[in-house]
Protein backbone atom coordinates (compact mmCIF):
# COMPACT_ATOMS: atom_id res chain seq x y z
CA UNK A 1 0.00 0.00 0.00
CA UNK A 2 3.02 2.24 0.77
CA UNK A 3 4.26 1.97 -2.79
CA UNK A 4 0.84 2.91 -3.92
CA UNK A 5 1.03 6.20 -1.76
CA UNK A 6 4.29 7.03 -3.79
CA UNK A 7 1.95 7.66 -7.19
CA UNK A 8 0.82 10.59 -5.59
CA UNK A 9 3.70 12.43 -5.78
CA UNK A 10 3.13 12.45 -9.65
CA UNK A 11 -0.53 13.60 -9.52
CA UNK A 12 -0.89 16.97 -11.36
CA UNK A 13 -4.88 16.67 -11.21
CA UNK A 14 -4.90 18.24 -7.36
CA UNK A 15 -8.13 18.23 -5.70
CA UNK A 16 -9.57 20.80 -3.58
CA UNK A 17 -10.97 19.86 -0.60
CA UNK A 18 -14.80 19.95 -0.62
CA UNK A 19 -14.76 22.78 1.80
CA UNK A 20 -12.85 25.43 -0.05
CA UNK A 21 -15.64 24.80 -3.48
CA UNK A 22 -17.61 27.30 -4.27
CA UNK A 23 -20.75 26.67 -6.45
CA UNK A 24 -22.38 29.79 -8.29
CA UNK A 25 -25.44 30.18 -10.15
CA UNK A 26 -23.50 31.51 -12.81
CA UNK A 27 -21.10 28.26 -12.66
CA UNK A 28 -24.37 26.50 -13.11
CA UNK A 29 -25.23 28.21 -16.00
CA UNK A 30 -22.58 28.03 -17.81
CA UNK A 31 -22.20 24.16 -16.80
CA UNK A 32 -25.85 23.49 -18.10
CA UNK A 33 -24.51 25.65 -21.61
CA UNK A 34 -21.34 23.49 -21.59
CA UNK A 35 -23.53 20.37 -21.59
CA UNK A 36 -25.68 21.33 -24.54
CA UNK A 37 -23.30 22.22 -26.37
CA UNK A 38 -21.22 19.20 -25.95
CA UNK A 39 -24.70 16.91 -26.57
CA UNK A 40 -24.85 19.04 -29.76
CA UNK A 41 -21.89 18.53 -30.83
CA UNK A 42 -21.68 14.89 -30.18
CA UNK A 43 -24.40 14.00 -32.39
CA UNK A 44 -23.30 16.01 -34.96
CA UNK A 45 -20.49 14.12 -35.03
CA UNK A 46 -21.70 11.00 -34.97
CA UNK A 47 -24.21 11.63 -37.73
CA UNK A 48 -20.73 12.48 -39.60
CA UNK A 49 -19.22 9.43 -38.89
CA UNK A 50 -21.88 6.77 -40.15
CA UNK A 51 -22.67 9.50 -42.94
CA UNK A 52 -20.91 8.53 -46.52
CA UNK A 53 -18.75 11.35 -48.01
CA UNK A 54 -17.73 11.71 -51.54
CA UNK A 55 -14.60 12.80 -52.87
CA UNK A 56 -14.30 14.40 -55.89
CA UNK A 57 -11.21 14.17 -58.00
CA UNK A 58 -10.53 14.96 -61.74
CA UNK A 59 -8.07 13.37 -64.11
CA UNK A 60 -7.69 12.52 -68.08
CA UNK A 61 -9.89 9.95 -69.26
CA UNK A 62 -8.10 6.15 -69.90
CA UNK A 63 -10.94 4.62 -70.41
CA UNK A 64 -11.10 2.41 -73.55
CA UNK A 65 -11.98 4.49 -77.31
CA UNK A 66 -14.00 1.12 -78.46
CA UNK A 67 -15.98 1.51 -75.33
CA UNK A 68 -19.87 1.18 -76.18
CA UNK A 69 -22.13 4.26 -74.34
CA UNK A 70 -26.24 3.69 -74.05
CA UNK A 71 -27.79 6.59 -74.47
CA UNK A 72 -31.31 6.52 -72.01
CA UNK A 73 -34.37 8.92 -73.34
CA UNK A 74 -37.61 8.99 -73.49
CA UNK A 75 -39.62 11.39 -75.06
CA UNK A 76 -42.92 12.30 -75.53
CA UNK A 77 -44.33 14.28 -79.43
CA UNK A 78 -48.04 15.30 -78.33
CA UNK A 79 -48.89 16.77 -81.77
CA UNK A 80 -47.04 13.81 -84.09
CA UNK A 81 -48.20 10.34 -85.04
CA UNK A 82 -45.68 7.29 -84.39
CA UNK A 83 -46.16 6.09 -87.59
CA UNK A 84 -43.70 8.77 -88.75
CA UNK A 85 -41.25 9.23 -86.47
CA UNK A 86 -37.85 7.38 -86.49
CA UNK A 87 -34.50 7.37 -84.92
CA UNK A 88 -31.32 7.66 -86.07
CA UNK A 89 -27.20 7.86 -84.78
CA UNK A 90 -24.26 8.84 -86.45
CA UNK A 91 -21.38 9.56 -85.39
CA UNK A 92 -17.84 11.97 -86.91
CA UNK A 93 -16.63 8.13 -87.31
CA UNK A 94 -18.90 7.44 -90.09
CA UNK A 95 -21.23 5.28 -88.28
CA UNK A 96 -24.48 5.39 -89.12
CA UNK A 97 -27.61 3.71 -87.71
CA UNK A 98 -30.83 4.39 -89.32
CA UNK A 99 -34.51 3.57 -88.00
CA UNK A 100 -33.21 1.83 -84.77
CA UNK A 101 -35.61 -0.57 -83.90
CA UNK A 102 -33.74 -2.69 -81.48
CA UNK A 103 -34.67 -1.82 -77.64
CA UNK A 104 -37.24 0.90 -79.22
CA UNK A 105 -40.39 1.54 -78.12
CA UNK A 106 -43.61 3.33 -79.26
CA UNK A 107 -46.99 4.78 -77.93
CA UNK A 108 -49.60 5.98 -79.38
CA UNK A 109 -51.06 8.67 -77.30
CA UNK A 110 -54.91 10.79 -78.09
CA UNK A 111 -54.87 14.48 -77.80
CA UNK A 112 -55.47 14.06 -74.42
CA UNK A 113 -52.08 12.32 -73.59
CA UNK A 114 -53.63 9.60 -72.93
CA UNK A 115 -51.86 5.94 -74.37
CA UNK A 116 -54.49 4.18 -77.16
CA UNK A 117 -52.25 0.75 -76.62
CA UNK A 118 -51.98 -1.24 -73.78
CA UNK A 119 -48.46 -2.69 -74.51
CA UNK A 120 -45.12 -0.77 -76.10
CA UNK A 121 -44.79 -1.00 -79.87
CA UNK A 122 -41.95 -1.86 -82.14
CA UNK A 123 -41.62 0.06 -84.91
CA UNK A 124 -44.20 -0.50 -87.19
CA UNK A 125 -44.00 0.24 -91.53
CA UNK A 126 -45.70 3.19 -92.43
CA UNK A 127 -48.59 2.33 -94.99
CA UNK A 128 -50.27 0.05 -92.11
CA UNK A 129 -50.23 3.06 -89.21
CA UNK A 130 -51.24 6.15 -92.04
CA UNK A 131 -55.12 4.99 -91.81
CA UNK A 132 -56.54 6.81 -88.20
CA UNK A 133 -53.72 8.53 -86.84
CA UNK A 134 -54.80 11.95 -87.39
CA UNK A 135 -54.33 13.92 -83.58
CA UNK A 136 -52.53 11.46 -82.47
CA UNK A 137 -48.91 11.55 -80.49
CA UNK A 138 -46.25 9.51 -79.48
CA UNK A 139 -44.43 8.61 -76.89
CA UNK A 140 -41.03 6.88 -77.44
CA UNK A 141 -38.58 5.64 -75.15
CA UNK A 142 -35.67 2.98 -74.72
CA UNK A 143 -32.00 3.10 -75.31
CA UNK A 144 -29.31 3.04 -78.09
CA UNK A 145 -25.64 2.31 -78.12
CA UNK A 146 -23.15 4.78 -79.26
CA UNK A 147 -19.46 4.33 -79.90
CA UNK A 148 -17.77 6.85 -77.02
CA UNK A 149 -16.68 9.80 -79.90
CA UNK A 150 -18.69 12.64 -80.93
CA UNK A 151 -22.03 12.40 -83.16
CA UNK A 152 -25.56 13.10 -82.86
CA UNK A 153 -28.99 10.50 -82.25
CA UNK A 154 -32.42 12.41 -83.44
CA UNK A 155 -35.97 11.70 -83.12
CA UNK A 156 -37.87 13.18 -86.64
CA UNK A 157 -40.85 12.36 -88.81
CA UNK A 158 -39.82 10.54 -91.96
CA UNK A 159 -37.99 7.84 -93.86
CA UNK A 160 -34.05 8.09 -93.44
CA UNK A 161 -32.13 7.52 -96.31
CA UNK A 162 -28.30 8.18 -96.67
CA UNK A 163 -26.54 8.98 -99.82
CA UNK A 164 -22.66 9.68 -100.23
CA UNK A 165 -22.16 10.33 -96.57
CA UNK A 166 -25.22 12.44 -96.72
CA UNK A 167 -28.24 11.99 -94.24
CA UNK A 168 -31.97 13.18 -95.23
CA UNK A 169 -35.65 12.00 -94.67
CA UNK A 170 -38.39 10.91 -97.24
CA UNK A 171 -41.37 12.60 -95.96
CA UNK A 172 -43.77 11.00 -97.94
CA UNK A 173 -44.42 14.32 -100.27
CA UNK A 174 -45.73 16.10 -96.81
CA UNK A 175 -43.94 19.49 -95.85
CA UNK A 176 -41.65 20.25 -92.61
CA UNK A 177 -44.67 22.48 -91.32
CA UNK A 178 -47.07 19.80 -91.04
CA UNK A 179 -45.14 18.16 -88.13
CA UNK A 180 -44.92 20.27 -84.48
CA UNK A 181 -42.10 18.54 -83.04
CA UNK A 182 -43.54 20.02 -79.35
CA UNK A 183 -42.00 17.72 -76.87
CA UNK A 184 -41.81 16.61 -73.48
CA UNK A 185 -38.19 15.30 -72.45
CA UNK A 186 -39.06 12.82 -69.71
CA UNK A 187 -35.80 11.41 -69.45
CA UNK A 188 -32.11 12.03 -70.86
CA UNK A 189 -29.19 10.19 -69.71
CA UNK A 190 -25.61 8.77 -70.48
CA UNK A 191 -24.73 5.31 -69.02
CA UNK A 192 -25.73 3.88 -65.43
CA UNK A 193 -27.22 5.06 -62.74
CA UNK A 194 -25.00 6.44 -59.72
CA UNK A 195 -25.82 8.23 -56.20
CA UNK A 196 -25.83 12.03 -56.72
CA UNK A 197 -26.27 11.72 -60.54
CA UNK A 198 -28.43 14.58 -62.02
CA UNK A 199 -30.56 14.72 -65.09
CA UNK A 200 -30.56 18.53 -66.31
CA UNK A 201 -32.87 17.70 -69.16
CA UNK A 202 -35.62 15.54 -67.14
CA UNK A 203 -39.60 16.53 -67.16
CA UNK A 204 -38.68 19.50 -69.72
CA UNK A 205 -41.45 20.60 -71.71
CA UNK A 206 -40.88 22.67 -74.99
CA UNK A 207 -43.49 24.00 -77.25
CA UNK A 208 -43.55 25.24 -81.09
CA UNK A 209 -46.50 27.77 -81.92
CA UNK A 210 -45.94 26.12 -85.65
CA UNK A 211 -44.49 23.29 -87.35
CA UNK A 212 -41.33 22.96 -89.03
CA UNK A 213 -39.24 23.72 -85.73
CA UNK A 214 -35.49 22.11 -85.29
CA UNK A 215 -35.15 21.33 -81.79
CA UNK A 216 -31.16 20.84 -81.09
CA UNK A 217 -29.46 20.16 -77.88
CA UNK A 218 -25.68 20.41 -77.99
CA UNK A 219 -24.36 18.10 -75.18
CA UNK A 220 -20.65 17.80 -73.77
CA UNK A 221 -20.64 14.30 -72.08
CA UNK A 222 -17.65 13.85 -69.14
CA UNK A 223 -17.05 10.27 -68.72
CA UNK A 224 -17.71 9.55 -64.63
CA UNK A 225 -16.51 6.78 -62.30
CA UNK A 226 -18.11 5.86 -59.22
CA UNK A 227 -16.69 4.20 -56.74
CA UNK A 228 -18.40 2.56 -53.71
CA UNK A 229 -15.76 1.93 -51.25
CA UNK A 230 -17.69 1.75 -48.41
CA UNK A 231 -21.25 0.42 -49.28
CA UNK A 232 -20.41 -2.06 -52.00
CA UNK A 233 -16.72 -3.74 -51.84
CA UNK A 234 -15.19 -1.12 -53.99
CA UNK A 235 -17.33 -1.86 -57.32
CA UNK A 236 -16.80 0.79 -59.99
CA UNK A 237 -19.55 2.08 -62.04
CA UNK A 238 -18.95 3.74 -64.86
CA UNK A 239 -21.12 5.93 -66.48
CA UNK A 240 -21.28 9.37 -68.05
CA UNK A 241 -22.59 13.27 -67.28
CA UNK A 242 -23.45 16.11 -69.43
CA UNK A 243 -23.59 19.66 -69.69
CA UNK A 244 -26.14 21.38 -72.11
CA UNK A 245 -26.97 24.33 -74.41
CA UNK A 246 -30.07 24.32 -76.20
CA UNK A 247 -30.99 25.80 -79.56
CA UNK A 248 -34.06 26.00 -82.29
CA UNK A 249 -34.52 26.85 -85.60
CA UNK A 250 -37.46 27.58 -88.14
CA UNK A 251 -36.88 25.18 -91.11
CA UNK A 252 -39.52 26.37 -92.98
CA UNK A 253 -37.78 30.27 -93.00
CA UNK A 254 -35.03 28.79 -95.10
CA UNK A 255 -32.91 27.23 -92.52
CA UNK A 256 -31.21 23.89 -93.13
CA UNK A 257 -32.71 20.63 -91.59
CA UNK A 258 -35.84 19.09 -90.41
CA UNK A 259 -37.92 19.54 -87.56
CA UNK A 260 -37.38 16.95 -85.09
CA UNK A 261 -35.84 15.94 -81.79
CA UNK A 262 -31.87 16.52 -82.65
CA UNK A 263 -29.22 15.67 -79.73
CA UNK A 264 -25.37 16.67 -80.46
CA UNK A 265 -22.68 14.74 -77.93
CA UNK A 266 -19.20 15.31 -77.96
CA UNK A 267 -17.40 13.34 -74.78
CA UNK A 268 -14.77 15.36 -72.83
CA UNK A 269 -11.36 14.30 -72.46
CA UNK A 270 -11.56 14.45 -68.80
CA UNK A 271 -13.04 12.20 -66.76
CA UNK A 272 -14.73 12.78 -62.88
CA UNK A 273 -14.01 10.12 -60.29
CA UNK A 274 -16.27 10.05 -57.27
CA UNK A 275 -15.24 7.89 -54.29
CA UNK A 276 -16.93 7.11 -51.31
CA UNK A 277 -15.46 8.10 -48.37
CA UNK A 278 -16.12 7.39 -44.19
CA UNK A 279 -14.04 8.40 -40.88
CA UNK A 280 -12.34 6.07 -39.35
CA UNK A 281 -12.83 5.13 -35.81
CA UNK A 282 -9.74 7.02 -34.35
CA UNK A 283 -11.01 9.74 -36.72
CA UNK A 284 -13.92 9.15 -34.49
CA UNK A 285 -12.88 9.35 -31.20
CA UNK A 286 -10.45 11.75 -31.20
CA UNK A 287 -12.71 14.08 -32.67
CA UNK A 288 -14.89 13.60 -29.35
CA UNK A 289 -12.22 13.97 -26.94
CA UNK A 290 -11.73 16.92 -28.62
CA UNK A 291 -15.16 18.47 -28.25
CA UNK A 292 -15.36 17.27 -24.99
CA UNK A 293 -12.17 18.58 -23.53
CA UNK A 294 -12.36 21.74 -26.03
CA UNK A 295 -15.32 23.05 -24.58
CA UNK A 296 -15.03 21.90 -21.02
CA UNK A 297 -11.29 24.20 -21.12
CA UNK A 298 -13.56 27.05 -22.29
CA UNK A 299 -16.38 26.92 -19.96
CA UNK A 300 -13.44 26.72 -16.96
CA UNK A 301 -11.94 29.96 -18.54
CA UNK A 302 -15.03 31.62 -18.86
CA UNK A 303 -15.97 30.80 -15.34
CA UNK A 304 -13.12 31.40 -13.58
CA UNK A 305 -12.91 34.94 -15.46
CA UNK A 306 -16.57 35.86 -14.55
CA UNK A 307 -16.13 34.56 -11.24
CA UNK A 308 -13.15 36.41 -10.78
CA UNK A 309 -14.09 39.41 -12.11
CA UNK A 310 -17.10 39.39 -9.70
CA UNK A 311 -15.05 38.82 -6.45
CA UNK A 312 -12.83 42.05 -7.41
CA UNK A 313 -16.43 43.87 -7.74
CA UNK A 314 -17.60 42.85 -4.48
CA UNK A 315 -14.36 43.82 -2.83
CA UNK A 316 -14.78 47.37 -4.35
CA UNK A 317 -18.51 47.70 -3.08
CA UNK A 318 -16.86 46.91 0.23
CA UNK A 319 -14.31 48.78 0.46
CA UNK A 320 -16.08 51.99 -0.50
CA UNK A 321 -19.06 51.19 2.32
CA UNK A 322 -15.77 51.51 4.58
CA UNK A 323 -14.76 55.16 2.79
Not at 52 to 72: G, N, P
Not at 82 to 99: K, L
Not at 250 to 278: C, I, N, T
Amino acid sequence: MSLFNKFRDFDVYTKPLDDFRVKTSFGGMITLISMIVIVTLFITETWAFFNIDVDEQLFVDSTSADMRVDIHFDVTFPKVPCTFMTIDVMDVSGETQNGVEDNIFKLRLDQNGNNLTSNPEKQDAWVQKLKGSAGEGCRIFGKVQVAKVGGNFHIAPGAPLTSHRSHFHDLHSLSPGSFNTSHTIHHLSFGQPYPGKTYPLDERTFISEKGGIMHQYYLKVVPTMFVYTVTDHGREEFSHQFSITRNQKDVLAGASGLPGFFVQYEFSPLMVKYEEKRKSLSHFLVSLCAIIGGVYTVASLVDSFIYNSSRVVQKKIQMNKFT
